[in-house]
């Protein structure tokens, strides 16, 4: 798919979704400002750790251990990927979908108690950190608590039977949020959650299949608890107005992909952005996640494996993008020199970012530069603080020219080796290393 087909599509697709769930059109949303988020929110680092697949966390007391570690490193935010008991009737595969919840107001005891989950919460917040928690609130287990108690909350086929979301997720059933009573019952069970455990919010799987007004009044009631973070596992723009503090995003490392292969210029980057902000409204924040497809883990460990290079390339764009950096499933305790993603590289971004608040949330301005092709520019500003970023994907040296505006700094200082670079006619020239980054800032400014 061409650069053109992909960003029409993307809006095609936004438009039908928009009409579908609810009846908004596209240019009444980008009208709209996206609910006000905490400060904490907009300037997370967010780690998801698995403990059915990191083999150094596999429960809530290990990972406890590892909290001081996860502060060095500057991460804000740990998302728990699976924390409930997973049903066992119909299961797939020995260890069963994460999805399939049997017990939405349990832990699954592989991990600990609810017990070693509050500590763990405890100790992150003495650290700094928030602990959010997972929600798949659009279906549970064929043997769950919830089934057994109200099967009238589930969706029933004409026969009377209850029935599956789709073929693919036969070992669960479907919930009906057309009942009052379950509503009532899941922004309950919230609450427990984040008043009771002391959570500080939840990553929602498949939150476009629930209703929006379901997420409009969940959310303002947990607004009556504490300030939390929520996070749609889903792309409806309509989910940003109310509800939501965050939304997942394009696929990074496809683009970035397809742009080393030379299907695309760099160009589709600042377009595949261009074409989100336009979606969604105004001040919406956006997952950069280095994987795009579930299971995250297996496909970091092959996309790190296959082409380790663009890996960095895709970390570099997620932490100084708009938007949240959202790393998964690295190990901390040992840091293999393949493990992702605690490389070097990704600590000195984790670094670059905090050290400078324009990429946290400044503004972004793309910078056309000698080479649209293989190179990528633009800088983000926040007050007095600014930094220019440069991507080299071109597998070969290659030299960046950039036309930089009136009255900026006459020198400029990369942030990861201290070089300086002098503006000569008001152009910027940079060389690059095959598939290098630069982070460049005013040398009047703080560096790293």
């Keep these: 798919m061409n650069r053109w087909n992909f960003v029409f599509a993307t809006i095609i697709l936004s438009a039908c979704c928009s009409l579908f769930h609810f009846g908004c059109t596209p240019k009444d949303i980008r009208s709209m400002n996206a609910r006000p988020s905490a400060d904490w929110v907009k300037q997370s680092v967010i780690y998801e750790i698995d403990f059915r697949s990191d083999s150094a966390n596999r429960s809530f007391q290990a990972l406890e251990s590892q909290v001081p570690d996860l502060e ?171 509800a939501f503090d965050i939304s997942c995003s394009w696929d990074m490392n496809g683009v970035c992909s397809n742009i080393g292969e030379g299907k695309s210029s760099a160009a589709v980057i600042n377009d595949s952005l261009t074409a989100e902000f336009h979606r969604f409204p105004k001040g919406s924040l956006h997952l950069r996640s280095i994987t795009h497809i579930e299971p995250r883990r297996e496909n970091l460990q092959k996309f790190a494996a296959s082409d380790p290079e663009m890996m960095k390339m895709v970390t570099g764009l997620a932490f100084t993008l708009p938007g949240i950096p959202f790393l998964s499933a690295g190990r901390i305790a040992d840091r293999p020199a393949a493990a992702v993603p605690f490389s070097t590289m990704n600590e000195n971004v984790i670094a670059l970012r905090r050290n400078h608040p324009s990429l946290q949330n400044g503004s972004y301005r793309i910078m056309p530069n000698s080479d649209s092709t293989r190179l990528f520019s633009f800088i983000r500003t926040s007050g007095a603080d600014s930094v220019l970023m440069v991507f080299n994907f071109a597998r070969k040296n290659n030299t960046a020219k950039i036309q930089m505006p009136a009255g900026v700094s006459e020198v400029w200082k990369e942030q990861f080796s201290e070089a300086m670079v002098q503006l000569s006619d008001s152009v910027l020239k940079i060389d690059l290393a095959p598939m290098e980054i630069m982070a460049l800032a005013p040398n009047s400014m703080k560096g790293k």
Excluded at 132 to 145: G, V
Excluded at 168 to 191: G, P
């Design 72 to 242: 060095k490193l500057g991460i804000t935010v740990v998302s728990l990927f699976s924390i409930h008991p997973i049903g066992e009737l119909n299961r797939k595969g020995r260890l069963g979908n994460p999805y399939a919840v049997k017990d939405f107001y349990s832990v699954n005891p592989d991990f600990g108690s609810l017990g070693d989950l509050k500590s763990l919460i405890r100790t992150a917040h003495r650290h700094g950190l928030k602990i959010i928690i997972p929600l798949a609130m659009s279906q549970a287990a064929w043997d769950s608590r919830l089934l057994m108690e109200h099967p009238e909350w589930f969706v029933q086929n004409e026969e009377g039977a209850i029935v599956s979301p789709n073929l693919e997720s036969s070992d669960v059933a479907q919930l009906d949020f057309h009942q009052h009573e379950l509503r009532k019952y899941m922004i309950v069970m919230m609450k427990f959650w984040i008043q009771e455990i002391d959570a500080d919010g939840f990553r929602c799987h498949a939150a476009d299949l629930i209703p929006t007004d379901f997420w409009d009044v969940a959310r303002s009631e947990l607004d009556r608890t504490k300030p939390v973070m929520l996070i749609s596992e889903s792309m409806v723009p309509e989910f940003h107005v109310h």
